[in-house]
């Protein structure tokens, strides 16, 4: 009876550490990937020429109606076969959302579709440091 309890615990501690790499190696790719195409900017640099760029907010509209940056669209993620033939090819892009990893994701498939000039916010909307934003007021 024990042998098949351990067995269980082996296995779940297998799909466990599993699971780990697969996440570990897709957040090393996506990384990888994103210093080749050299789209990061810092926040004084993605505040410095956000005007002349399409600023587009990826994240959830719950979370683009609590706080973002002015000026941004939003453009969530997950609907991206939806708004991605709405941007214009002849100005740059500027993505941000909570992190990188999607900005990156959401940057290679703009390039792909041959939008030539894509970057995104370095840490994503947790490490803006610009004062133009816009918050949600409580009633």
Known sequence: MASKSNNGFLILNIVLIAVLLWMVGNWSYYKIRGKRLHGALTS???EKDMRKAQLIDIREKKDFKASHILG??????????????ELRHDMPIYLY??????????????KKA?????????????EWEG???KKK???
């Open 44 to 46: 004084a640099e993605f």
């Open 72 to 85: 941004a669209r939003n453009f969530p993620y997950t609907q991206i076969k939806t708004w991605q033939n």
């Open 97 to 110: 959302e909570t992190g990188e990893n999607l900005s990156i994701r959401i940057a290679l498939r703009l």
């Open 114 to 126: 041959g939008y030539a000039d894509v970057k995104w916010l370095k840490g994503g909307y947790g």
């Open 131 to 133: 004062k133009k934003t």
């Open 137 to 139: 007021t409580e009633d």
